[in-house]
């Protein structure tokens, strides 16, 4: 049986196939949907008129949690490279 979306995941996933740079099968991959799954909600939403930020989004919040979530995946990303590090020599 398919997995059921909320309206606000469907809404994310379309702003972000839109506004992250990626393509729409990098971004349903990192979102675990189908890439048909993506494209039909992109054409849903485009249809509806509704994919638009809220005017009252504060653009420095959006600023602060990306650079947030940016410090953190540097931060798992040295954690991988150590950890790398560590089993290679354990050969």
């Known amino acids: 049986m398919a ?5 606000e995941f469907q809404q994310e ?5 839109l506004s ?3 393509s729409r099968k ?3 991959a990192d979102l675990g949907v189908g890439f048909s799954t993506l494209s039909r909600w992109i054409q849903i939403h485009r249809h509806r008129d509704d994919v638009s ?5 504060d653009l420095e919040q959006e600023v602060m949690r990306l650079r947030k979530e940016n410090r953190l995946l540097k931060e798992e990303r040295d954690i991988l490279k150590k950890a790398t590090q560590f089993f290679a020599r354990q050969e």
């Open 3 to 7: 997995k059921q979306h909320t309206k």
């Open 13 to 17: 996933a379309v702003r972000l196939a």
């Open 20 to 22: 992250s740079g990626l």
């Open 26 to 28: 990098q971004t349903a």
């Open 53 to 57: 930020a809220p005017p009252d989004v």
